[in-house]
């Protein structure tokens, strides 16, 4: 059963597709790998600092001092006279760059007749010395050249400004403006100095007295045109009233108000209308019940009712004082009944009389209230018909109130404009102190220069090593890898070397640390294939053996023993990798290794470990059970190597690789060896790895730091995903020693002095 990736190594801690961090440490790493441009950066940024000192000249910087003042701004606000705003941050600001505007600066030059000074004024073509031929000549092939007006006067003058501009600095702190100028000349300096504040007064009190005409004949001529428009207004208001016989008052129309009266009057004659009927209704009510006792308001304030009511209490109170005494039936009680009986029948002729009385009332009040009724319908239909004619006469109201106000509005304004500017000159800018020739120059500040420059370079510098670093797309530590291919890196192999100096270096490096290398064989050197024999305790095996390690792992649960070795393209170190991996399993475990060049294009494993073989895998797949006849045998690693012995390239090395006949002749090797390492061709060249990955258990992905593109490393992975769950993992290879030490430079010196290095370059 092939084993899947996933079964037998580490995950990784950045999966694919996450973006590595690109932190302090990371950026730190590149600068120690790259420090020579830094350095190098520092150097040039420290001559340009001394150039700038000595080719730069010092020069005399001369002060003006102006001071906008607003103490009369603020005594008129605060008497009332005027509304002259506050100066802000923004009004200065721009006062500042009204200084150093062509208005003020064109003016001083002519004044001074700057345009012909040699310190400020340009060159006319055909003028000039060797510096500006050359400079000229510069600009020429740079597509620069500057662009000569055909009136020399006016390139001097423009020339001029550039120059002028250069040398002019405007600040402020707080309400006063500071206008510095340098110049070789002291006494020019504070005389131009003075010349801008003066031009640059002067032109603020012209813009000031040209701002107040303009905005005085705009008022002006702004009130002329409301006047004609409110007049107009008016005319066609009145106009339409007198066409449709609309009258109206200071409370709106006159109909409107003549019904908002008779609608008061309808009210209260309704009211006393309902009054009259009530009281109407109350007297018929007594009248008719035979109620004596009852009373009505009219009846309180009638005093025959009320004398007759006294003179019948009188008699109620004799009857029962006689009805007690005598009986009720005595004469003289119903005397008295007789005479109570006359007294009750003369109250209600009187109320008769009363309720006559409110019945007339009633009927005068009907007659007010219809009478109020028939006016109102009157009017109220008077009143719909004027409304459709009110409505465009609203319009031509507003519309002339609009005018009326607008043009009261502004009068009131230019008169006030008028009488503030006539009467009032406030003058709130001024010179507080003007410009003197400086006695010294100002130097420019060498350790500054220096500092700059240095800085500059520095920075220009590992910008360049970090996008330089940045931009080369490569592989440089295994978490990179992972990050970029989702599959575990076993490890990083630092570069080796295979002259007979290099295994000097490693006996003389091996007996200082008391370590006993192994010995070559009599008449065999030592050679990079066999590196792990000659540096058992470095880096390079040390990593191989973590390999191993995991290989034997894999075996042990998988059982897998066909190992295939295979990279993006030539030239990764496979065939080092492939050699030294099977020398360390046979050292360091005496297992039987075979290993196989299975590059049928470039056969580089048969040329550095078997070049005087004859025969080897082509004449093994012929007959398979012969394999041991065509191994060639490593003296001193006691490897045994199948190379591949052609004269050329074959066309169908691919076919030849997934024959049949190639899975016979493994099936035999899995019988004899413990472990069967088969060096591939690149995976983008060619697809030998395709055909023959079916007979392969695991496989390694060589990987060169820091010259396989990222790219291509995922293209290569991405035409044989096939074999992705089956990649034990990718090794980089040929890495520099040194950037090395600075890539794991967090490690500390304790882990790399663990190693006993040969001499690696």
């Given at each position: 059963?092939?084993?899947?990736?996933?079964?037998?190594?580490?995950?990784?801690?950045?999966?694919?597709?996450?973006?590595?961090?690109?932190?302090?440490?990371?950026?730190?790493?590149?600068?120690?790998?790259?420090?020579?441009?830094?350095?190098?950066?520092?150097?040039?940024?420290?001559?340009?600092?001394?150039?700038?000192?000595?080719?730069?000249?010092?020069?005399?910087?001369?002060?003006?001092?102006?001071?906008?003042?607003?103490?009369?701004?603020?005594?008129?606000?605060?008497?009332?006279?005027?509304?002259?705003?506050?100066?802000?941050?923004?009004?200065?600001?721009?006062?500042?760059?009204?200084?150093?505007?062509?208005?003020?600066?064109?003016?001083?030059?002519?004044?001074?007749?700057?345009?012909?000074?040699?310190?400020?004024?340009?060159?006319?073509?055909?003028?000039?010395?060797?510096?500006?031929?050359?400079?000229?000549?510069?600009?020429?092939?740079?597509?620069?050249?500057?662009?000569?007006?055909?009136?020399?006067?006016?390139?001097?003058?423009?020339?001029?400004?550039?120059?002028?501009?250069?040398?002019?600095?405007?600040?402020?702190?707080?309400?006063?403006?500071?206008?510095?100028?340098?110049?070789?000349?002291?006494?020019?300096?504070?005389?131009?100095?003075?010349?801008?504040?003066?031009?640059?007064?002067?032109?603020?009190?012209?813009?000031?007295?040209?701002?107040?005409?303009?905005?005085?004949?705009?008022?002006?001529?702004?009130?002329?045109?409301?006047?004609?428009?409110?007049?107009?207004?008016?005319?066609?208001?009145?106009?339409?009233?007198?066409?449709?016989?609309?009258?109206?008052?200071?409370?709106?129309?006159?109909?409107?108000?003549?019904?908002?009266?008779?609608?008061?009057?309808?009210?209260?004659?309704?009211?006393?209308?309902?009054?009259?009927?009530?009281?109407?209704?109350?007297?018929?009510?007594?009248?008719?019940?035979?109620?004596?006792?009852?009373?009505?308001?009219?009846?309180?304030?009638?005093?025959?009712?009320?004398?007759?009511?006294?003179?019948?209490?009188?008699?109620?109170?004799?009857?029962?004082?006689?009805?007690?005494?005598?009986?009720?039936?005595?004469?003289?009680?119903?005397?008295?009944?007789?005479?109570?009986?006359?007294?009750?029948?003369?109250?209600?002729?009187?109320?008769?009389?009363?309720?006559?009385?409110?019945?007339?009332?009633?009927?005068i009040a009907k007659a007010r209230e219809k009478d109020l009724t028939a006016a109102m319908a009157q009017l109220v239909g008077k009143s719909q018909t004027n409304d459709q004619a009110q409505v465009p006469m609203r319009e031509l109201e507003s519309s002339a109130d609009t005018y009326r106000n607008l043009y009261n509005s502004f009068l009131q304004k230019a008169q006030e404009t008028a009488i503030q500017t006539q009467t009032i000159p406030v003058y709130d800018i001024r010179i507080i102190s003007r410009a003197f020739p400086p006695l010294h120059k100002n130097f420019k500040p060498a350790i500054k220069a220096l500092a700059g420059g240095i800085a500059f370079g520095l920075f220009l510098g590992a910008g360049a090593g970090i996008g330089r670093e940045l931009l080369a797309d490569v592989f440089r530590t295994p978490a990179a890898v992972e990050t970029a291919t989702g599959i575990q890196c076993l490890g990083t192999l630092p570069v080796i070397g295979g002259d007979r100096q290099q295994r000097t270096r490693l006996l003389l490096s091996s007996a200082q640390n008391g370590v006993k290398a192994l010995p070559a064989r009599p008449g065999v050197p030592g050679c990079v294939e066999e590196f792990v024999l000659d540096a058992p305790f470095s880096r390079f095996t040390e990593t191989l053996r973590s390999v191993k390690v995991l290989l034997n792992a894999a075996q042990t649960v998988h059982g897998i023993k066909v190992v295939g070795i295979v990279s993006s393209v030539a030239q990764e170190g496979k065939t080092t990798i492939a050699a030294n991996l099977a020398?360390?399993?046979?050292?360091?475990?005496?297992?039987?290794?075979?290993?196989?060049?299975?590059?049928?294009?470039?056969?580089?494993?048969?040329?550095?470990?078997?070049?005087?073989?004859?025969?080897?895998?082509?004449?093994?797949?012929?007959?398979?059970?012969?394999?041991?006849?065509?191994?060639?045998?490593?003296?001193?690693?006691?490897?045994?190597?199948?190379?591949?012995?052609?004269?050329?390239?074959?066309?169908?090395?691919?076919?030849?690789?997934?024959?049949?006949?190639?899975?016979?002749?493994?099936?035999?090797?899995?019988?004899?060896?413990?472990?069967?390492?088969?060096?591939?061709?690149?995976?983008?060249?060619?697809?030998?790895?395709?055909?023959?990955?079916?007979?392969?258990?695991?496989?390694?992905?060589?990987?060169?730091?820091?010259?396989?593109?990222?790219?291509?490393?995922?293209?290569?992975?991405?035409?044989?995903?096939?074999?992705?769950?089956?990649?034990?993992?990718?090794?980089?290879?040929?890495?520099?020693?040194?950037?090395?030490?600075?890539?794991?430079?967090?490690?500390?010196?304790?882990?790399?002095?663990?190693?006993?290095?040969?001499?690696?370059?």
């Amino acid at each position: 059963m092939r084993p899947s990736q996933s079964e037998f190594d580490f995950q990784p801690e950045n999966q694919a597709g996450q973006s590595p961090a690109a932190g302090i440490a990371n950026i730190l790493g590149i600068l120690r790998r790259e420090w020579r441009l830094p350095v190098f950066g520092s150097l040039l940024g420290l001559i340009l600092g001394f150039a700038y000192l000595a080719l730069v000249p010092s020069l005399y910087k001369s002060t003006a001092y102006i001071l906008v003042d607003r103490g009369t701004d603020r005594y008129l606000q605060a008497n009332k006279i005027g509304d002259n705003l506050m100066a802000d941050d923004g009004e200065l600001a721009t006062q500042i760059a009204v200084i150093s505007s062509e208005s003020v600066i064109i003016p001083v030059i002519r004044q001074l007749d700057l345009a012909h000074d040699k310190e400020f004024a340009g060159t006319v073509a055909g003028q000039g010395g060797a510096l500006r031929f050359v400079k000229n000549a510069i600009k020429r092939l740079l597509g620069l050249k500057d662009h000569i007006p055909a009136n020399p006067d006016l390139f001097l003058e423009r020339s001029a400004v550039e120059s002028f501009l250069k040398h002019l600095t405007v600040s402020r702190d707080a309400y006063v403006l500071e206008v510095t100028f340098s110049s070789e000349d002291p006494d020019k300096a504070a005389q131009i100095a003075n010349a801008v504040a003066d031009t640059y007064i002067a032109s603020s009190l012209e813009a000031k007295s040209q701002s107040t005409k303009i905005t005085n004949h705009w008022l002006q001529d702004r009130l002329t045109e409301l006047k004609e428009e409110s007049t107009r207004a008016d005319r066609e208001l009145q106009k339409y009233k007198a066409a449709n016989n609309l009258v109206t008052t200071s409370h709106g129309s006159l109909n409107d108000e003549q019904i908002a009266t008779l609608s008061t009057q309808l009210v209260n004659a309704r009211a006393a209308t309902a009054e009259a009927k009530a009281r109407l209704d109350r007297i018929q009510q007594i009248g008719n019940g035979d109620i004596p006792s009852a009373t009505v308001t009219d009846e309180l304030n009638n005093g025959v009712i009320t004398n007759i009511r006294t003179h019948y209490l009188d008699l109620a109170e004799r009857e029962a004082e006689l009805s007690a005494r005598v009986g009720p039936g005595h004469a003289a009680v119903a005397h008295i009944h007789e005479k109570m009986e006359e007294l009750r029948r003369s109250i209600r002729n009187e109320e008769q009389r009363i309720a006559q009385a409110y019945a007339s009332d009633y009927q005068i009040a009907k007659a007010r209230e219809k009478d109020l009724t028939a006016a109102m319908a009157q009017l109220v239909g008077k009143s719909q018909t004027n409304d459709q004619a009110q409505v465009p006469m609203r319009e031509l109201e507003s519309s002339a109130d609009t005018y009326r106000n607008l043009y009261n509005s502004f009068l009131q304004k230019a008169q006030e404009t008028a009488i503030q500017t006539q009467t009032i000159p406030v003058y709130d800018i001024r010179i507080i102190s003007r410009a003197f020739p400086p006695l010294h120059k100002n130097f420019k500040p060498a350790i500054k220069a220096l500092a700059g420059g240095i800085a500059f370079g520095l920075f220009l510098g590992a910008g360049a090593g970090i996008g330089r670093e940045l931009l080369a797309d490569v592989f440089r530590t295994p978490a990179a890898v992972e990050t970029a291919t989702g599959i575990q890196c076993l490890g990083t192999l630092p570069v080796i070397g295979g002259d007979r100096q290099q295994r000097t270096r490693l006996l003389l490096s091996s007996a200082q640390n008391g370590v006993k290398a192994l010995p070559a064989r009599p008449g065999v050197p030592g050679c990079v294939e066999e590196f792990v024999l000659d540096a058992p305790f470095s880096r390079f095996t040390e990593t191989l053996r973590s390999v191993k390690v995991l290989l034997n792992a894999a075996q042990t649960v998988h059982g897998i023993k066909v190992v295939g070795i295979v990279s993006s393209v030539a030239q990764e170190g496979k065939t080092t990798i492939a050699a030294n991996l099977a020398a360390l399993m046979i050292a360091s475990s005496e297992a039987r290794a075979l290993l196989i060049d299975g590059d049928l294009h470039q056969r580089s494993l048969t040329a550095r470990l078997a070049p005087r073989a004859r025969e080897g895998l082509i004449e093994a797949l012929a007959d398979p059970a012969r394999l041991e006849a065509f191994v060639y045998k490593r003296e001193r690693s006691r490897l045994d190597v199948l190379p591949c012995v052609l004269e050329g390239r074959v066309p169908n090395a691919a076919e030849l690789l997934g024959s049949p006949q190639m899975e016979k002749l493994l099936t035999h090797a899995r019988r004899t060896y413990d472990y069967i390492m088969i060096e591939l061709a690149p995976v983008i060249s060619v697809v030998d790895v395709k055909v023959a990955e079916r007979f392969i258990d695991s496989f390694l992905f060589v990987v060169e730091w820091g010259h396989s593109k990222k790219t291509l490393v995922k293209e290569a992975l991405s035409e044989v995903e096939i074999i992705r769950d089956r990649l034990a993992g990718i090794i980089l290879n040929k890495a520099d020693p040194a950037a090395l030490r600075s890539l794991e430079a967090y490690k500390g010196k304790r882990y790399h002095d663990y190693y006993i290095e040969s001499g690696t370059i």
